[in-house]
């Protein structure tokens, strides 16, 4: 955090941005007032990202980790293990988390965190891979619904995917939170 609140406020650093349908929108007016030009939106296997790392400007990549490059990211191994956390001490044993696209290293920490979490407390609990969006977690959580036995406790990757996922429960009658954390 540190170092990109230097190098935002000196400007000798390009901030490169996940670049994302659903949060291209709401950051692109933010990021033009901030950084000006300094800033791109790009996916991390965009050969352009290869570029930018032998350029003589840093590159910091915001959400996103990558070999060579400074990042700025939450710890998303901890925020999932509290909310497997949270979950389970709501007494809660049968789990199950609405994850990113497994080539995202975010959704792919988070699974980390999660699957770590329910492990330790001597669970298992499926995994459903499906992209940052409503149709994403209402796919997942049909998925989740139709088994023999759902889950009662449902960890969400981000606030999309949790619209869609509630949505589906609604529709298959399964009431938020009585009968599901969500």
């Known amino acids: 955090h540190l170092r990109y609140a ?10 490169l941005f996940p670049c994302c349908a659903a949060r291209r929108a709401a950051s692109s007016r933010a990021m033009a007032s901030r950084f000006g030009d300094r800033c791109a939106r790009a996916r991390r296997d965009d050969p352009a990202v290869r570029q930018w790392l032998k350029a003589p400007v840093p590159a910091v990549f915001v959400n996103r980790r990558h070999r060579g490059g400074h990042s700025v990211s939450m710890r998303e191994e901890d925020a999932a293990r509290l909310a497997a956390g949270h979950l389970l001490a709501l007494g809660h044993t049968r789990l199950a988390h609405i994850a990113g696209p497994a080539n995202l290293d975010t959704a792919v920490r988070r699974v980390r965190g999660f699957r770590a979490a329910v492990r330790e407390a001597g669970h298992r609990a499926p995994i459903v891979p499906v992209a940052f969006d409503e149709p994403g977690g209402w796919r997942a959580m049909g998925q989740l619904l139709a088994r023999a036995r759902p889950p009662t406790g449902v960890f969400v990757s981000n606030i999309n ?8 429960a609604k529709r298959h009658g399964v009431a938020v939170p009585e009968q599901m954390s969500l």
């Open 6 to 15: 230097s190098a935002a406020s000196r400007f000798r650093a390009m901030a």
């Open 161 to 168: 995917q949790a619209l869609g996922a509630l949505a589906a």
